[in-house]
C-alpha cells in the first residue's frame, strides 16, 4: 500500500509558476511509477506528466509540454510538478498517481493503469 498527499495547489495569474510536491508513505517507492493527472469542472481526468521509477524517462501531455517538468526524488519519497507559463486553462484539480511497476517498464498515460491516487491539490489560475 502506499499514501500519497499532494501540497504546492494555490492561486496564480497568467505567466506565474507553481511546484507542486507529492509526499508517498509505505511500501519502497523507488518500486513505484509515478504521474501527475488533473480535472477540470465538467471535464475528464487529463494526463499531465509521468515518470519512471529510477526518474530517467519521463512523458508529457501535450498540453503541457515544454511548461511542465516532473522529477522525483527516491530518498525523500516525493514527485515534484514544476509548473511554469501558466494558462487559464490549467486551471483544475492536479492528482498524483502511482503503480508499481518493474525496472524496465515503458510508461503509460492512462489513469486506469495507477493504483494508488492521492486527494487532490487545486490550481487556479486567473488574473
Known amino acids: 500500500q502506499v499514501r500519497l498527499v499532494e501540497s504546492g495547489g494555490g492561486v496564480v495569474q497568467p505567466g506565474g509558476s507553481l511546484r507542486l510536491s507529492c509526499a508517498a508513505s509505505?511500501?519502497?517507492?523507488?518500486?513505484?511509477?509515478a504521474a501527475w493527472f488533473r480535472q477540470a469542472p465538467g471535464e475528464e481526468r487529463e494526463f499531465v506528466a509521468t515518470?519512471?521509477?529510477?526518474?530517467?524517462?519521463?512523458d508529457y501531455g501535450d498540453s503541457v509540454e515544454g511548461r511542465f517538468t516532473i522529477s522525483r526524488d527516491n530518498n525523500m519519497n516525493t514527485v515534484s510538478l514544476q509548473l511554469n507559463s501558466l494558462k487559464p486553462e490549467d486551471t483544475a484539480v492536479y492528482y498524483c498517481?502511482?503503480?508499481?511497476?518493474?525496472?524496465?517498464?515503458?510508461?503509460?498515460?492512462?489513469?486506469?493503469?495507477?493504483?494508488?491516487w492521492g486527494q487532490g491539490t487545486q490550481v487556479t489560475v486567473s488574473s
Open positions: 498517481a502511482a503503480r508499481r511497476a518493474i525496472l524496465t517498464a515503458p510508461l503509460t498515460t492512462q489513469p486506469e493503469s495507477y493504483d494508488y
Open positions: 509505505g511500501r519502497a517507492f523507488k518500486n513505484f511509477a
Open positions: 515518470i519512471s521509477r529510477g526518474g530517467g524517462n519521463t
